[in-house]
């Protein structure tokens, strides 16, 4: 690491401390601005749908990593912040920050996504009422996203998109604020006349809220703190940038006729200033990937392959992440002239799909995907809003409500699967409960470098902060490292986990028949002595997100407790332990 | 005054209470160019030790951290020359690499030493100052200027050659021979030597991987492996950045360290290593049970017992105290008999002391006093305080809140 790229992580850690520290008056301020945008009886729904989401994200759903294991550095990535990692230090910093209070433990960013994930339901709605002047809009927006599988699933992972969406969300909605304002102010007053939006129905703009039309002349705080938002969601992922840039563009282009544009364009030059680092920081770490080439997507070649990928890799037209019915929703409310203002959200959907297809597999499209679907729910919500004063029969209603609710189940079911990955959390779990009052013993799992040069794709990432000090007393070293020179002066327990029956396949690649037992666990076996702590036979949920796995109908996994193998190995297959 | 002014202001004046902790820091000023290790030699010969230069007698030469300064006499008068990097202000005469600074120095001198600084650097290149180095010289061993067992008599006489390349200072070759010597006979004190010279050329990153990846080609070799592990010991201890960098080489040290001790059970050096890296990495039972063993097996080196005076710094403070006044008499003595003992480290060692006193005493906290983070080349670091960044958020946060009452309160002015 150069000087200057220490400048640079360093000036990128600075960024988003302090525009950590305005999220924390502009978010509540955000959410406040939602007290205006219902009347008495949507802004119930909004809340109810607030708790759903609160409870849905904290108490039904399982808390997972949903990155197959990426989770568990990023976890020590956002312990140190630096070096930055490469997504970017925004979302890194939160939890950077909250980690004074937290324990360095994964569950603890898992707990944060999904209070963060509850808070991101009244912006959506916030923002949905004020951009279609309609509450209604707002409340079904809030209900959409409160229940549909692939928030909830988002909400409760580890996905680094969480505190992005909320913060953007919050930023469109003081950026929606600052334009009514301006709006409000620039009403011609009496005997005047002008080009000028009616004020939502059922609510209140703030120029008619004020005693007079020009008391608003001037106030930029919205503004200010929006900008600091939406510059602290760019800053959280690589691809941030051009979705949030994309999303305040369609509000802007949605609240026109702008007033004081000269303020705008000072605000969007502060953005660009703020998220210039990160913007470096993106750039370099692009080159590192294209040097290791992780990331073949990233070429010319794609150009004429983006109709296609739209199309086939797209989480919003895939049935089982995202509800047809509200697909087809959103696209009704595309179609029909009444979306009004909301049409412009086509804009950040389009760019949040287009912007993740150079990186985009199956492992990760449901999780990626989830700022393009909330932009496609923001226009399902318009679609039922619409939908329900063009159909009066009572039945008729009913029956769309009904079909768009059966939907959402293939998402529910896919988004919700059982995976080994989660299975593997819970056996890692019961390791550091099994060896949680243990001091001065050593834990072999296996990591990249136990791996041949030809599989360096297959996740290795271990939660080794869950036993080494100090949360445990392990030393924590790979297969290969303790097998080079294996040290019994103190106890030694191997962690057999799913990676011993893994290995990164290309999609399209058969599966290997059987328990697809990786060397390295096979050499362990045979070199040395396992006498069990646990051990536990657990179906194999095969190749859910990722292809990794073999065909057996289950493995067996576990905690062993290793000694020095006397005599040559037993011929016994490792099934048979 | 209106928001976004006043959000630019709550900025600036966060930033600058942020970067208040780190201004003494940032006044110290580094230079941007500094001598690397091991040129001993060749300034010695762009200096003219123990030659006439212009009718004047070089006396001492000595390398700063960027100069190398050279007092002359020149009839009665002395004057002190200094050789600098070319791009610092006020130099006298400059040469490709270097500038010379010098007061009432004749200029037939000045002339003469040009045209010898010409003839002889080019094998000489500036480097940049390693993040972290505060510009005292690395924490090597003392060194013991006898084996520590009777060597055969052609390992005894190459042993000596080594002792006097290193207290010459060319630590590069010292090393070579030392790596040589440890090969054959790694007992006596050999491997001793070796650590003292690997540590004195202050391993950089790169060096440590070139190693590290030379002991995975040779599994079986455990000075391979020797020196791999102790390279990644002082790297994360001179120059590891933050605590994970450090944690990192630690980790890589521990890995080597460990496929090397069968062969060198016998060295009390590889059980130092493997004791602090252990300590450094949370290991307390670990550490323990090998400095202990490092005590038995050096008993007459002063590094084991300051090394145990780290690891029980916390569990028992008035063991660690006992440990560096031995320490402190330990390399008296050493040097006394010609040992060789980093002054900085001593001094050090005082102030650690008076510290340890303190905290027995209930006057101080227990700080880490024996491997601190360096502060690097950017004054404002974070990532290595959770609640510092976390507070400085909340500050920020405050500030612009204030900011934005503040501006509301003016608006809401008739």
Known sequence: VSPAEEGLGSAQALVAMLLLGASLVALP?????????????????????????????????????????????????????????????????????????LPFDHASILWVNALLGALAVPLAASLASRLSRDPKTGAVAAVLVAILPIFVRNDASDANNVPLIAWMLGGLVLLEEHLDRARAASRPRPGESGDVAAPPRGTRSHGSAGSAGGADRGERTPLALGTALLALAACSRPEAPIVVAAAAAAVVLASRPVREPRALAVAALCALVLVVPHALHVARAIGELEDRDSLPGLRLGLVPQIPFLLVARNAVLDPTLFPIGVAGLAALALWKRGAGRMRWMWLPLLVAVVAYLPDLDRANVARVHVPAAL?????????????????????????????????????????????????????????????????????????????????????????????????????????????????????????????????????????????????????????????PVFERTVPNRGDVWIDYYGDAPSLTLGLYRIAPRAEPPSPRPPTAR | MSGPRLLASAIVLTALVAALPAAPAAAQVRPRFVIPPGREGIASRMMGLGLATAGCRTGDVAIEEARIVATYACGAQRVEVALVHRDVAGVARTTERFGIVAEGAPAPLL?????????????????????????????????????????????????????????????????????????????????????????STRPSAERVEALARAADRSPDDPLAQFLAGVAAHYYAHESGRDRWEKERYYETALRYLVRARPAYDFEARLFIYLAVSHFRLGHQDEAEVAIERAVELGGDDPDAFYCRAEIFQRRDVARSIADLERYLEMTRRLVAEGGVVAASKQERVRRMLEHLRAVQRGEERGDEIFDPVGEGPVALRFGQDRARFALGALACGLVVLVATKIGARRRARP
């Not at chain 1, 959410?31 to 607030?50: H, N, P």
């Not at chain 1, 059966?406 to 998402?411: H, K, N, Q, T, V």
């Not at chain 1, 962690?495 to 060397?519: I, S, V």
């Open chain 1, 29 to 101: 301020r955000a959410l406040a601005r939602g007290r205006s945008a219902f009347g008495k009886d949507t802004r119930a729904i909004v809340i109810a749908a607030a708790l759903a989401a609160l409870v849905l994200r904290c108490l039904v759903a399982p808390h997972e990593i949903a990155t197959v294991f990426i989770g568990y550095r990023w976890t020590e990535q956002c312990w140190y912040l630096h070096p930055i990692p490469a997504y970017g230090a925004g979302a890194a910093a939160l939890y950077h920050a909250l980690f004074a209070l």
């Open chain 2, 111 to 199: 002339d003469a030493l040009a045209a010898r600084v010409r003839r002889e650097e080019g094998g000489f290149e500036w480097i940049a100052p390693t993040p972290g180095w505060d510009g005292a010289p690395p924490d090597i061993a003392p060194v013991d200027p006898q084996p520590t067992m009777e060597l055969p008599a052609p390992i005894a006489s190459r042993y000596a050659e080594g002792l006097d390349l290193y207290r010459a200072g060319r630590h590069a070759e010292a090393l070579a021979l030392f790596t040589e010597l440890a090969s054959e006979h790694p007992r006596g004190g050999v491997l001793g030597m070796l650590v003292a010279t690997l540590a």
């Open chain 1, 375 to 531: 932009f496609a729910t923001l226009l399902a919500a318009r679609g039922a809003t619409l939908l329900w004063s063009l159909e009066p029969r009572a039945a008729m209603r009913a029956a769309a409500a009904g079909a768009v609710l059966i939907s959402i189940a293939p998402s529910a079911i896919q988004l919700f699967r059982p995976t080994n990955e989660a299975t593997e959390e819970s056996v890692i779990r019961e390791a550091e409960r099994s060896l949680g009052a243990e001091h001065g013993y050593t834990l072999v799992r296996t990591a990249f470098a136990d791996r041949p040069e030809d599989d360096r794709h297959t996740h290795e990432h271990f939660p080794d902060y869950l036993f080494r000090p100090p949360a445990g007393g392990a030393r924590v070293v790979s297969v290969t490292d303790f097998a080079s020179a294996p040290d019994f002066s103190r106890p030694v327990y191997f962690y057999w986990g799913m990676r011993c029956h893994a290995r990164f396949r290309h999609e399209g690649t058969r599966a290997p028949g059987g328990e697809n037992l990786q060397p390295h666990c096979a050499r362990m076996r045979e070199r040395f002595l396992f006498h």
